[in-house]
């Protein structure tokens, strides 16, 4: 049995306190959080023992592994002194807010054989797996750009209180929401060489950013670019889209349908066919032990758990394929910070002359 | 409860097989007085209750049917509480105490007010609880409850987390202030069935995905098919047509051929498909006076076409 803490009870903490707690192969040995409201509750009704106090609850707690989940500012020390006490971690993304440090951490945890493993669930998402599944084959020949997408309806107005609503505390739509589809750009087209036209705006915050654009320049020419905005109310919830462009088709995924069109130039996968093809998610999901609100929140936790059993630590979502989307959510924040590339001031080249007369029109 | 229940899942942009097929019924269906058009089709093919989320926009709908009860006069709702995301965005924006406090009664009644505050400075958990069902209740005023359901987002997380006390905190409250039967939604049937035993709810009313696929039924197939064969509760099956992936058919054959379900709830967006999926489950229905034939195994995902 596998004993595990779960750090900072807010809404990432809890659904992972739930889904952790029902599963077979662990027990949840602690829980912490400086809310003493919340932890009374849970301690009174559920009888899980509680900590206010981080380092009190790694002193007195005999632990394997410890999931944090509290604002992202607070990753990156917790992280560090739980690998330090050799437990495997699992941290929710961004896993901190230097991607310096993200990736110390992850070559502490290498040097540690601890698996690390960070909370971007949409790559336990059938439908996106396809998509990696899909590419990994060269279905649709050399990939050329990727589209990537999220809308959802987080702030809809000017006010919000808690640490999410602040960058410096890592709140904000490029580390809530605009880090999920770079990642999964990341996990289909590695790390980029640079990023260009990045603009974190705002619609109703003061102190962090609402909207997200961006381009990513990939080697041999591929680039993708990002499109978020969590002031979305036309969105019910969370709404991720991803659109894979090559010589050889076109890809569409989101949470629901993979829709895939291949030319005659395509090289098929089984049940696969020329033209358009749908998949859905139901037909990509596989089964999980337990169930509270998407079956990738499920798998990730059941994968984290299976690496410390199988001793298994190049995981999926390791702390290095996460540090790697810090350093990009870095570079967007200095690029944004740029603003503009050319202005309307800037001195333009001066275009290329076009030859005029006979010789042009036979092309000499 | 009637064999058939009508959903709401159609109004309200939810679709688990298609995000463009949620965002057409969103917008087909963003004049209440097209959801409640479809909700009369559903009356008149003799579907009587409309299982429904304490959703805002469903006010409209009780307010429509308060004000002819001579054409409702069969007409039941089942509400399911709370609409999650609701919830979840104000956790997102406020933090959770301040969620709560949120939707804690603030004006009006004074003494209710002072209830919540109470409530909330001494941890009263039960007193929260009441109190939060009674502003989601509201709308209902008036109008026939006779089952009353908590959601699976909320059911699951309680179930994870083990506070399988709040379960009964909910029924007590359910049962003594509306004189209804508690209902639980489930993604984890087999689970909780063992929750609420271990708190003592008895023979409780338990809606979860039940279909031939075995989509969702978190637990395992034969999990779910030995519960229903052996277990003592009400079940409710949703989902049924694992969202679109088997024929209609199909479908409601495979669930009318399994013991001890109760009733199905189902949600269509035409009196076309309501008609059809009323005939079919009467067609198979009748068929479960019959001695309970075996449990097929499921279809594997990978062969549907």
Redesign the interface.
């Known amino acids: 049995m596998l004993k595990l803490a779960v750090v900072g009870?807010?809404?990432m903490g809890?659904?992972h306190?739930?889904?952790i707690?029902?599963h077979p192969g662990v027990r949840v040995a602690a829980v912490c959080d400086p809310?003493s409201?919340?932890l009374?509750?849970?301690n009174?009704?559920?009888?899980?023992t509680t900590f206010t106090d981080f380092d009190d609850m790694m002193r007195r707690t005999e632990l394997d592994a410890v999931l944090v989940a509290t604002p992202s500012s607070m990753h990156a020390k917790m992280v560090r002194k739980a690998l330090e006490a050799g437990k495997h971690v699992f941290c929710e993304k961004p896993l901190t807010l230097d991607p310096r440090e993200s990736e110390e951490l992850s070559r502490l945890a290498a040097e540690r054989g601890l698996v690390n493993q960070v909370g971007y669930h949409y790559r336990f998402v059938g439908t996106f797996q396809e998509v990696k599944r899909l590419l990994d084959a060269k279905v649709i020949g050399d990939v050329t750009h990727i589209q990537a997408e999220a809308y959802g309806?987080?702030?809809l107005k000017p006010k919000?209180?808690?640490w999410?609503?602040q960058r410096a505390a890592g709140g904000g739509c490029l580390y809530d929401y605009a880090a999920h589809p770079l990642n999964l750009v990341q996990w289909y087209f590695g790390m980029p060489r640079g990023v260009g036209g990045t603009v974190l705006g705002s619609v109703f915050s003061s102190e962090t950013d609402d909207e997200v654009f961006t381009t990513l320049y990939f080697d041999g020419g591929r680039s993708a670019q990002l499109s978020v905005n969590w002031s979305d109310e036309s969105c019910?919830?969370m709404?991720t889209?991803i659109t894979v462009w090559g010589t050889a088709g076109r890809i569409t995924a989101?949470?629901?349908?993979v829709h895939a069109y291949f030319r005659d130039t395509a090289k098929l996968l089984p049940g696969y066919r020329e033209g358009w093809n749908t998949r859905?998610?139901?037909?990509l999901?596989e089964?999980?032990?337990?169930?509270?609100?998407g079956?990738e929140y499920s798998a990730q936790l059941d994968y984290f758990v299976r690496c410390i059993e199988e001793n298994e630590s190049d995981n999926v979502n390791s702390f290095a394929t996460a540090a790697a989307t810090d350093r990009v959510i870095a570079m967007m924040v200095a690029d944004a910070q740029r603003g503009a590339g050319i202005t309307e001031q800037s001195e333009l080249p001066a275009p290329v002359r076009k030859r005029r007369g006979l010789m042009a029109l036979f092309g000499k | 409860m009637d064999r058939l229940l009508f959903g709401d899942n159609q109004f309200f942009g939810v679709n688990h097989a298609s995000e463009e097929k949620a965002r057409a019924q969103s917008m087909r269906f963003q004049d209440i007085r097209a959801v409640i058009e479809v909700i009369d089709a559903a009356y008149d093919e003799g579907v009587n209750t409309f299982m429904c989320t304490t959703h805002d926009r469903i006010a409209g709908v009780c307010d429509h049917v308060r004000s002819d009860p001579q054409r409702y006069a069969d007409f039941k709702f089942f509400p399911c509480m709370p609409y999650a995301h609701k919830y979840a965005n104000a956790v997102t924006e406020h933090g959770m105490l301040g969620a709560v406090r949120r939707f804690l009664p603030d004006g009006g009644l004074l003494d209710t007010a002072m209830r919540g505050g109470m409530a909330l400075a001494k941890k009263d958990i039960e007193g929260i609880t009441t109190l939060i069902i009674d502003a989601e209740m509201k709308m209902f005023a008036g109008l026939e409850t006779p089952v009353i359901f908590l959601q699976n987002v909320v059911v699951d997380l309680l179930l994870g987390l083990g506070f399988n006390e709040a379960f009964r905190m909910f029924a007590n409250h359910v049962r003594s202030r509306y004189h209804a039967e508690p209902g639980f939604i489930t993604m984890n049937m087999p689970k909780l069935l063992d929750a609420l035993e271990s708190v003592g709810i008895e023979n409780p009313i338990v809606c979860s995905n039940i279909n031939k696929l075995g989509f969702r039924m978190c637990g395992g197939f034969g999990a779910y098919t030995e519960a229903l064969r052996r277990r003592k509760f009400r079940a409710i099956a949703m989902s049924v047509f694992a969202s679109g992936a088997i024929s209609a058919r199909e479908a409601v054959q495979w669930v009318c051929e399994q013991p001890n379900i109760e009733s199905i709830v189902f949600g269509a967006s035409s009196r076309n498909n309501i008609r059809s999926t009323r005939e079919l489950v009467d067609q198979y229905w009748k068929r479960r006076e019959a001695p309970v034939e075996p449990v097929t195994a499921p279809t594997l995902p990978g062969s549907v076409g």
Do not use: H
């Open positions: 009870l807010g809404k809890l659904s306190l739930a889904i707690n029902a809310a409201y919340v009374d509750v849970l009174k009704y559920t009888g899980v309806p987080v702030v919000g209180g808690t999410r609503s019910r919830k709404s889209k989101d949470r629901q349908e859905n998610i139901t037909q999901t089964d999980v032990w337990f169930y509270v609100r079956e």
